[in-house]
Each structure stands twice: as structure tokens, then as C-alpha cells.
């Protein structure tokens, strides 16, 4: 698996961006939000149990995301039809402030190194990539336990702060000065 430290890899994918089918797809690639802060997180499946729960608590946070100048992508081996069909159906996706990236090819996925041997979709990886395009942060969890979108913004408030951050340390708490 791609960690910390090592250059996020290239990607051009279809993503879904909204609800209406005249104006659902778009092409997004890392030169979209070229100079931004990304949280990338893949997702197994679409029309399964824990994955929606996870992709409405980023949508929750996503305005607080925007105010550090942080994109947020949802990604999953689905294709871009099949992410909007979900949108459609699932009243908590509807009004998804983020794009639903399509990895149909698993190209981005087996790039990072993150697809599930037994079940052969992305396993549960979140990345905070930096604005020159380096992994500062991966999370993976078990396919069947959903992760904290409230740490994934606590870890890009410490990566922003280029301080020292002790253990539990939160936005506007002291840094550590050596």
C-alpha cells in the first residue's frame, strides 16, 4: 500500500457531481484542485449499509473542510451510472457537496495498493494528499467498520499547523515547542 511520504498518483476519472442526469458527470483529475488540500476516501460498494453513513458524516463536514481549503473526493470501484442512481435513491446522498469518483478500471485503487484481495473492490483507505500532491496521512479500516470523518479533520488540522502535535490535540489547542 502507498503511505505517508510518497507521491499520490495520477488519476483522470469520471466522477458524478450531481443528481441531474444532464449534468451528473464530470472528468476530475489531481489538476482540478491543483494548490488544494484533498481527503480522498474510498468506499467498497455502492447500495451497501456502512458506506453511506460514512460518506454523509463527510458530507456533514464538508463546509468545515472547505474553510482549510480542503477538496473532498468520494471514490469506490463503481461506475459513474451506478453512483448516480444511488444518489437518486438515498435520501441521505442526494445533496452530496463532493464528487463520487468512478475507479471502474482499478487503476487508482491498485495504484495505491488498497484493493481488497478476498472481495476485489477498494478496502475502507482514507488519504489526506497535501497541495504539492504528497500522502501526509492513510487510514484503513476493516470492510465492515466504518471510519471517523471528525478524525480525518482533526489530522488535517494538525498537518496544517507544520507544528508538532501531541497526542489528542485539537484545532486552537498548543502545539508542542522544542
Known amino acids: 500500500m502507498l503511505g505517508v511520504g510518497k507521491k499520490f498518483p495520477q488519476f483522470k476519472l469520471k466522477a458524478t457531481v450531481t443528481t441531474d442526469p444532464k449534468t451528473a458527470f464530470q472528468e476530475i483529475s489531481n489538476d482540478s484542485y491543483r494548490d488544494k488540500w484533498l481527503v480522498v476516501f474510498f468506499y467498497p460498494k455502492d447500495f451497501t449499509f456502512v458506506c453511506p453513513t460514512e460518506i454523509k458524516g463527510f458530507g456533514d463536514l464538508n ?3 472547505k474553510e482549510r481549503e480542503t477538496q473532498i473526493l468520494a471514490a469506490s470501484v463503481d461506475s ?3 453512483h448516480l442512481a444511488w444518489r437518486q435513491n438515498h435520501a441521505d446522498l442526494k445533496n452530496l457537496p463532493f464528487p463520487m469518483l468512478a475507479d471502474v478500471k482499478r487503476e487508482l485503487s491498485s495504484a495505491l495498493g488498497i484493493i481488497d484481495d478476498n472481495e476485489g473492490v477498494s478496502q ?3 488519504y489526506i494528499v497535501d497541495p504539492q ?7 484503513v479500516t476493516d470492510l465492515s467498520v466504518g471510519r471517523n470523518p471528525k478524525e480525518v479533520l482533526r489530522i488535517l488540522d494538525g498537518l496544517q499547523t507544520d507544528e508538532l502535535c501531541p497526542c489528542n490535540w485539537e484545532k486552537g489547542k498548543d502545539t508542542i515547542k522544542v
Open 80 to 82: 459513474e451510472f451506478v
Open 133 to 139: 500532491g504528497i500522502i501526509r496521512f492513510v487510514y
Open 124 to 126: 475502507r483507505a482514507t
Open 63 to 65: 463546509g468545515q473542510f
